[in-house]
């Protein structure tokens, strides 16, 4: 069974930094993209950053203006968001998410994890 | 950018009804589209992908249609689990999302 479990969530101060992780099981990591998708209280989806399956390839939401870094380590099946310089608006529930299609990053999210609270507040 | 818009915003519905919900890219996108149906609390579940293909252990009352630009979800027969919110998305050229479609109970 796929399972996806976010942790590193909480409360930060704007213009601090924290680190999400997304750990993996019940299927191959390193054959598969990732990526992050994030849902303000009340509000929609919107896609962060993508990772490809090796790690060598990433893409990240022009909004974000370069302040989130996404990374993976394959040797232990886990997906990083590292957020730099955070700001109230990036309030938001984080989800990771994978790609189906093994090596393959073009394609749509088929498993969802369940997602961790990042809320920035003084 | 692609930008993705669904319509309506909200739609109240009864148990029975048909319902269809609307996705507009800005421009074509050929089929690379999906639906998520969210839950509240929940992460959002895979319901439909290439535009029309079901995903594994949807019920069939779930279908999707359209190409290009334009886009729809359709539940043939609203059930009360069907009570969610439900999202587009764009794939295949960076993964852009709808604003949502609430369907809440008339």
């Known amino acids: 069974e796929v399972q996806l479990l976010e942790s590193g969530g909480g409360l930060v101060q704007p213009g601090g930094s924290l680190r999400l992780s997304c750990a993996a099981s019940?299927?191959?990591?390193?054959?598969?993209?990732m990526s992050w998708v994030r849902q303000a209280p009340g509000k929609g989806l919107e896609w962060v950053s993508t990772i490809s399956d090796s790690g060598d390839s990433t893409y990240s939401a022009d909004s974000l203006k370069g302040r989130f870094t996404i990374s993976r380590d394959n040797s232990k099946n886990t997906l990083f968001l590292q957020m730099n310089s955070l700001r109230a608006e990036d309030t938001a529930v984080y989800y990771c998410a994978s790609h189906y299609g093994v090596k393959s990053i073009a394609y749509y999210f088929d498993y969802w994890g369940r997602g961790t609270l990042v809320t920035v507040s003084s | 950018d692609i930008q993705m818009t669904q319509s309506p915003s909200t739609l109240s519905a009864s148990v029975g009804d048909r319902v269809t919900i609307t996705c507009r890219a800005s421009?074509?996108?050929?089929?690379?589209l999906a639906w998520y149906q969210q839950k509240p609390g929940k992460a959002p579940k895979l319901l439909i992908y290439?535009?029309?293909n079901l995903e594994s252990g949807v019920p069939s009352r779930f279908s999707g249609s359209g190409s290009g630009t334009e886009f729809t979800l359709t539940i043939s027969s609203l059930q009360p689990d069907d009570f969610a919110t439900y999202y587009c998305?764009?794939?295949?050229?960076?993964?852009?999302f709808g604003q949502g479609t609430k369907v809440e109970i008339k």
């Open positions: 019940g299927f191959t990591f390193s054959s598969y993209a």
């Open positions: 290439k535009a029309s």
């Open positions: 998305q764009h794939y295949n050229s960076y993964w852009t």
């Open positions: 421009q074509s996108i050929s089929s690379w």
